[in-house]
């Protein structure tokens, strides 16, 4: 399968717990977003890289949340201090410049 | 500030029938739109972008920028269009604006 790639597919946490996501994007697609959707709503932007680059974070991301894309390929999401309201799916999508995003199958989150 | 409003939460219509998904946006600018899809356990994936001005699996969308409207519109539903769709807006940054999304079910 050569689209967008997330791990783990699901992940069960205790509330206060640190979690790590990763996201392969599709090789050579320089933008790469992070989203998060519960239920019943549209995805929410998260954050967004261009290269390694780290260009916009939404106001959603709190301090407890961290991306980072050291050498423009692979992603990773951490959230530190999991709290129940974290619960969701956390998407992640990648693009070449001025084209679509393609998006991957999702982390599903839940902290209990 | 950038916003799409999908009115409806849930369209139920007869397999043969016309359909319409709603889309407003609100942005200052010249946004570009797109429609994503969800069938039942896959991945989101891109439907129709408004530049393209192509026609996919029957559907296609004009950006009204008078209205702010990019309606998605089939003229005769099938039950694989069921699934859950999702109006979207990219404006710089870039980054893609959701709607909360519409699900339409098509019924025999």
């Known amino acids: 399968d050569t689209g967008v790639s997330q791990d783990p597919r699901h992940k069960i946490t205790k509330r206060g717990q640190n979690v790590t996501f990763r996201c392969d994007p599709i090789s050579e697609h320089n933008r790469l977003y992070w989203y998060r959707q519960t239920l019943g709503q549209g995805p929410e932007f998260l954050t967004y890289f261009q290269n390694e680059a780290q260009l916009e974070k939404s106001r959603l991301l709190s301090d407890r949340f961290s991306a980072e894309r050291p050498k423009g390929s692979f992603s990773t999401l951490e959230i530190q201090r999991t709290e129940q309201g974290d619960s969701a799916m956390y998407l992640c999508?990648?693009?070449?410049?001025?084209?679509?995003?393609?998006f991957g199958q999702g982390t599903r989150l839940t902290v209990v | 500030a950038q916003r799409v409003t999908q009115p409806e939460k849930l369209l139920s219509v007869f397999k043969g029938a016309p359909v319409e998904l709603k889309c407003n946006y609100s942005?200052?600018?010249?946004?570009?739109l797109f429609w994503y899809v969800q069938y039942s356990r896959q991945r989101l994936q891109l439907l129709l972008r408004?530049?393209s001005r192509e026609s996919i699996k029957g559907f296609t969308a004009d950006l009204n920028k008078g209205e702010t409207s990019f309606h998605l519109k089939k003229p005769f539903a099938q039950e694989e269009d069921s699934a859950m769709y999702y109006c979207a807006l990219s404006a710089p940054p870039y980054a893609l604006n959701f709607g909360k999304g519409t699900s339409l079910l098509v019924t025999p």
């Open positions: 408004h530049i």
């Open positions: 942005y200052s600018g010249s946004p570009e």
């Open positions: 999508a990648s693009s070449p410049v001025d084209r679509e995003a393609f």
